[in-house]
Protein backbone atom coordinates (compact mmCIF):
# COMPACT_ATOMS: atom_id res chain seq x y z
CA UNK A 1 0.00 0.00 0.00
CA UNK A 2 0.82 3.39 -0.57
CA UNK A 3 2.24 5.66 2.40
CA UNK A 4 -0.33 6.75 4.04
CA UNK A 5 -0.84 9.28 6.61
CA UNK A 6 -6.68 10.38 11.73
CA UNK A 7 -7.70 13.17 12.89
CA UNK A 8 -5.08 15.38 14.48
CA UNK A 9 -5.27 18.03 16.83
CA UNK A 10 -5.88 21.87 16.48
CA UNK A 11 -2.87 24.05 16.81
CA UNK A 12 -2.91 27.87 15.74
CA UNK A 13 -6.00 28.28 14.06
CA UNK A 14 -9.29 25.83 13.27
CA UNK A 15 -9.34 23.39 10.57
CA UNK A 16 -12.07 23.55 8.45
CA UNK A 17 -13.79 20.30 7.00
CA UNK A 18 -12.71 18.59 3.68
CA UNK A 19 -14.29 19.68 1.03
CA UNK A 20 -15.88 16.80 -0.60
CA UNK A 21 -16.02 14.90 -3.70
CA UNK A 22 -18.91 16.16 -5.97
CA UNK A 23 -21.36 12.81 -6.30
CA UNK A 24 -24.66 14.49 -7.41
CA UNK A 25 -23.82 13.95 -11.14
CA UNK A 26 -22.95 10.43 -10.89
CA UNK A 27 -25.51 7.26 -10.71
CA UNK A 28 -26.85 6.72 -7.14
CA UNK A 29 -25.17 2.93 -6.89
CA UNK A 30 -22.56 3.13 -9.72
CA UNK A 31 -19.02 2.13 -8.97
CA UNK A 32 -17.77 5.61 -10.04
CA UNK A 33 -19.97 7.42 -7.28
CA UNK A 34 -19.08 4.09 -4.56
CA UNK A 35 -15.58 5.02 -5.10
CA UNK A 36 -16.29 8.78 -4.33
CA UNK A 37 -18.29 8.08 -1.56
CA UNK A 38 -15.27 5.96 0.15
CA UNK A 39 -12.82 8.55 -0.61
CA UNK A 40 -15.39 11.59 1.24
CA UNK A 41 -15.91 9.35 4.16
CA UNK A 42 -12.33 8.67 4.98
CA UNK A 43 -11.62 12.96 4.18
CA UNK A 44 -14.26 13.81 6.65
CA UNK A 45 -13.01 11.08 9.35
CA UNK A 46 -15.64 8.62 9.12
CA UNK A 47 -13.37 5.53 9.48
CA UNK A 48 -15.86 2.86 10.33
CA UNK A 49 -18.27 4.31 7.11
CA UNK A 50 -15.64 3.84 5.55
CA UNK A 51 -14.59 0.42 6.10
CA UNK A 52 -18.17 -0.44 5.35
CA UNK A 53 -17.93 0.31 1.79
CA UNK A 54 -15.28 -1.84 1.60
CA UNK A 55 -15.07 -5.81 0.68
CA UNK A 56 -15.45 -7.76 4.13
CA UNK A 57 -11.57 -7.57 4.89
CA UNK A 58 -10.29 -10.92 6.65
CA UNK A 59 -9.45 -10.70 10.52
CA UNK A 60 -6.12 -10.59 10.61
CA UNK A 61 -6.07 -7.36 8.54
CA UNK A 62 -8.66 -5.50 10.20
CA UNK A 63 -6.86 -3.19 12.73
CA UNK A 64 -4.19 -2.68 9.83
CA UNK A 65 -6.40 -1.52 7.50
CA UNK A 66 -8.73 0.85 9.78
CA UNK A 67 -4.70 2.48 10.88
CA UNK A 68 -4.38 3.16 6.88
CA UNK A 69 -7.84 5.10 6.54
CA UNK A 70 -7.40 7.09 10.02
CA UNK A 71 -4.09 8.16 8.64
CA UNK A 72 -5.20 8.63 5.26
CA UNK A 73 -8.22 10.70 7.08
CA UNK A 74 -5.42 12.60 8.85
CA UNK A 75 -3.29 13.44 6.34
CA UNK A 76 -6.59 14.87 4.48
CA UNK A 77 -7.35 17.52 7.43
CA UNK A 78 -4.18 19.86 5.78
CA UNK A 79 -5.89 19.92 2.90
CA UNK A 80 -8.34 23.05 3.54
CA UNK A 81 -5.02 24.51 5.27
CA UNK A 82 -3.16 23.90 1.71
CA UNK A 83 -5.84 24.86 -0.64
CA UNK A 84 -5.94 28.27 1.37
CA UNK A 85 -2.33 28.61 1.55
CA UNK A 86 -1.78 27.41 -2.01
CA UNK A 87 -5.03 27.67 -3.95
CA UNK A 88 -7.02 25.09 -5.82
CA UNK A 89 -4.03 23.87 -7.84
CA UNK A 90 -2.13 23.47 -4.43
CA UNK A 91 -4.83 21.46 -3.15
CA UNK A 92 -5.82 19.73 -6.28
CA UNK A 93 -1.67 18.85 -6.31
CA UNK A 94 -1.65 17.50 -2.42
CA UNK A 95 -1.49 14.14 -3.18
CA UNK A 96 -2.46 11.82 -0.05
CA UNK A 97 -2.48 8.26 -1.94
CA UNK A 98 -5.38 8.62 -3.23
CA UNK A 99 -5.29 10.03 -7.37
CA UNK A 100 -5.17 14.11 -7.77
CA UNK A 101 -8.47 15.75 -7.84
CA UNK A 102 -8.09 15.89 -11.63
CA UNK A 103 -7.99 12.35 -12.17
CA UNK A 104 -10.74 11.67 -9.68
CA UNK A 105 -12.71 13.60 -12.21
CA UNK A 106 -12.26 11.41 -14.83
CA UNK A 107 -13.23 7.63 -13.46
CA UNK A 108 -14.46 5.67 -16.14
CA UNK A 109 -15.89 1.86 -15.41
CA UNK A 110 -16.22 -1.14 -16.90
CA UNK A 111 -18.33 -3.67 -15.49
CA UNK A 112 -18.52 -7.68 -15.75
CA UNK A 113 -20.66 -9.09 -13.83
CA UNK A 114 -20.13 -8.51 -10.26
CA UNK A 115 -16.74 -7.39 -10.58
CA UNK A 116 -16.14 -3.81 -11.94
CA UNK A 117 -13.10 -1.93 -12.88
CA UNK A 118 -12.73 1.79 -12.10
CA UNK A 119 -9.69 3.88 -14.47
CA UNK A 120 -8.18 6.59 -13.12
CA UNK A 121 -6.03 7.21 -15.15
CA UNK A 122 -6.60 7.41 -18.72
CA UNK A 123 -4.79 5.55 -21.43
CA UNK A 124 -4.48 2.48 -19.74
CA UNK A 125 -7.18 0.42 -20.31
CA UNK A 126 -5.37 -2.63 -22.40
CA UNK A 127 -4.05 -3.45 -18.51
CA UNK A 128 -7.18 -2.49 -16.90
CA UNK A 129 -6.33 -5.81 -14.40
CA UNK A 130 -3.38 -4.15 -13.26
CA UNK A 131 -4.07 -0.27 -13.55
CA UNK A 132 -7.86 -0.31 -11.61
CA UNK A 133 -9.35 0.26 -8.85
CA UNK A 134 -11.76 -2.69 -8.02
CA UNK A 135 -15.35 -3.65 -7.16
CA UNK A 136 -16.98 -6.07 -6.22
CA UNK A 137 -20.96 -6.44 -6.16
CA UNK A 138 -22.02 -7.90 -2.93
CA UNK A 139 -25.75 -8.46 -2.15
CA UNK A 140 -26.70 -6.24 -4.78
CA UNK A 141 -24.18 -3.04 -3.88
CA UNK A 142 -20.79 -2.31 -4.94
CA UNK A 143 -18.10 -3.02 -2.43
CA UNK A 144 -14.24 -1.45 -2.89
CA UNK A 145 -11.45 -4.03 -2.74
CA UNK A 146 -9.84 -3.30 0.44
CA UNK A 147 -6.75 -4.30 -1.12
CA UNK A 148 -5.96 -1.75 -3.53
CA UNK A 149 -8.59 0.91 -2.37
CA UNK A 150 -5.84 3.88 -2.76
CA UNK A 151 -3.54 2.05 -5.40
CA UNK A 152 -4.52 0.64 -9.15
CA UNK A 153 -1.06 -0.54 -8.62
CA UNK A 154 -1.34 -2.82 -5.70
CA UNK A 155 -1.88 -6.21 -6.94
CA UNK A 156 -4.56 -9.00 -5.36
CA UNK A 157 -1.71 -11.02 -3.91
CA UNK A 158 0.32 -8.22 -1.99
CA UNK A 159 -0.68 -9.26 1.35
CA UNK A 160 0.80 -12.92 0.81
CA UNK A 161 4.10 -11.95 2.37
CA UNK A 162 3.46 -9.29 5.05
CA UNK A 163 4.21 -10.87 8.40
CA UNK A 164 2.27 -10.25 11.67
CA UNK A 165 5.40 -8.86 12.87
CA UNK A 166 4.62 -5.93 10.10
CA UNK A 167 1.16 -5.62 11.28
CA UNK A 168 2.21 -5.11 14.60
CA UNK A 169 4.15 -1.98 13.40
CA UNK A 170 2.03 -0.76 10.84
CA UNK A 171 -1.34 -0.49 13.74
CA UNK A 172 1.59 0.87 16.01
CA UNK A 173 2.45 4.04 13.76
CA UNK A 174 -1.14 5.67 14.01
CA UNK A 175 -0.20 7.80 17.09
CA UNK A 176 2.81 8.87 15.72
CA UNK A 177 1.65 10.28 12.59
CA UNK A 178 -1.39 11.93 14.34
CA UNK A 179 2.11 13.81 15.88
CA UNK A 180 3.35 14.75 12.57
CA UNK A 181 0.16 15.74 11.07
CA UNK A 182 -0.09 18.15 14.27
CA UNK A 183 3.44 19.38 13.73
CA UNK A 184 3.58 19.83 9.77
CA UNK A 185 0.16 21.57 10.17
CA UNK A 186 1.79 24.00 12.61
CA UNK A 187 4.77 24.63 9.72
CA UNK A 188 2.52 24.99 7.17
CA UNK A 189 0.90 27.95 8.93
CA UNK A 190 4.25 29.89 9.56
CA UNK A 191 5.07 29.26 5.94
CA UNK A 192 7.63 27.01 5.46
CA UNK A 193 6.86 25.07 2.73
CA UNK A 194 6.80 26.08 -1.22
CA UNK A 195 4.32 23.66 -2.13
CA UNK A 196 2.43 20.52 -1.59
CA UNK A 197 5.06 18.61 -2.93
CA UNK A 198 7.29 19.90 0.29
CA UNK A 199 4.44 19.14 2.27
CA UNK A 200 4.45 15.27 1.27
CA UNK A 201 8.14 15.11 1.35
CA UNK A 202 8.18 16.46 4.92
CA UNK A 203 5.22 13.79 5.91
CA UNK A 204 7.02 11.07 4.01
CA UNK A 205 10.45 12.09 5.77
CA UNK A 206 9.32 12.25 8.99
CA UNK A 207 7.27 8.54 8.98
CA UNK A 208 10.54 7.14 7.17
CA UNK A 209 12.89 8.79 10.33
CA UNK A 210 10.41 7.20 12.87
CA UNK A 211 10.65 4.28 10.94
CA UNK A 212 14.43 4.19 11.68
CA UNK A 213 14.79 4.76 14.69
CA UNK A 214 13.00 1.72 15.98
Same mark, same amino acid.
Given at each position: MPFALPQTVGCAQATKPAAGLAVEHLAQGSPERVYLELINEIRTGHVEEAMKRLTPVPKRFEAMVRVQIQNFAAAETLRPIIREKYGELGAEG??????????? $????????? +?????? #???? *??????????????????????? $????????? +?????? #???? *????????????KEIIKQVKARIIAGEFKGPAEIRSAIFSAGMSDGQKK
Amino acid at each position: MPFALPQTVGCAQATKPAAGLAVEHLAQGSPERVYLELINEIRTGHVEEAMKRLTPVPKRFEAMVRVQIQNFAAAETLRPIIREKYGELGAEGYETGFYYESGL $KTLQSQIDG +DVAHLT #IIPG *EDDEREKTAIVLHRIDGRWRVNW $KNYSDVYTT +DDYTAD #ITDE *EIRRSVEVEPKFKEIIKQVKARIIAGEFKGPAEIRSAIFSAGMSDGQKK
